[in-house]
């Protein structure tokens, strides 16, 4: 139990449909991340949130759209999807970016969704 | 790039044997970190290592930090069934991973 739960763990879906990845963590940290993992990759960063507020988007295409609604839960949005982008969706948490020593703070990873496009 | 890569990019022991594994970056740090991923699972943090520290030791596991070469390598001794995974390191702020080694301890 590393204290980050995501859900669902398995979803399959077309090109069409809209869905939502879903993080919660228990573990009273205020920065959340979303990371996209592709077999042969690089580990991708995707979104980070501070205190419920964006500050990194990594570039990420519009079709994914997070959304932070407090600093315990972390959702991904997401609409219109292209084969390219099944892959392992990982959520993490760590204590708030603001401190001095928020770079020595390990980040503490849920399981990820293995999302399938169709 | 601030991103870590991991060298080999995978590697099979039998069990008992040391493992070592290596990264290197590219740009000056302030840390790094190494973390673990089972088949399946989320990335677990194994052990930090500041810029102004050439080694360091958590149980089984050993890390070196050669700054001036831009590379840190984790040494896992007496390995056992149960080490197998893949192992990233994380550069400066966290935010850059590898592709990772991917480590197989055979029984």
């Known amino acids: 139990e590393t204290g980050v739960t995501q859900t669902p763990r398995h979803l399959v879906m077309g090109m069409t449909n809209k869905k939502s990845l879903k993080c919660e963590q228990h573990l009273g940290h205020n920065a959340m991340y979303w990371y996209k993992q592709s077999a042969k990759k690089p580990l991708e960063l995707m979104f980070v949130?501070?205190?419920?507020?964006?500050?990194e988007n990594n570039s990420v295409p519009s079709r994914f759209s997070p959304e932070c609604p407090n600093s315990s839960h972390l959702f991904l949005h997401l609409h219109t999807l292209q084969p390219e982008d099944s892959a392992l969706y990982l959520c993490?948490?760590?204590?708030?970016?603001?401190?001095?020593?928020?770079?020595?703070?390990?980040?503490?990873f849920g399981d990820g969704t293995r999302l399938s496009i169709l | 790039s601030q991103q870590g890569e991991e060298d080999p990019q995978a590697l099979s022991i039998q069990e008992g044997e040391n493992a070592t594994m290596n990264c290197s970056y590219k740009t000056s740090i302030n840390n790094l970190q190494w973390y673990r991923q089972n088949s399946g699972r989320g990335l677990v943090h194994l052990i930090l290592i500041r810029s102004n520290e050439r080694e360091k030791h958590s149980g089984r596991l050993r890390v070196t930090l050669d700054t001036s070469k831009k590379s840190s390598s984790l040494l896992i001794t007496a390995s056992r069934a149960a080490d197998t995974a893949s192992y990233f390191c994380?550069?400066?702020?966290?935010?850059?991973f590898g592709t990772g080694t991917s480590l197989t301890v055979i029984p």
């Open positions: 993490a948490s760590s204590q708030d970016l603001s401190r001095p020593e928020w770079e020595n703070q390990p980040q503490h």
């Open positions: 949130y501070n205190f419920k507020e964006q500050t």
């Open positions: 994380a550069t400066g702020n966290q935010f850059y």
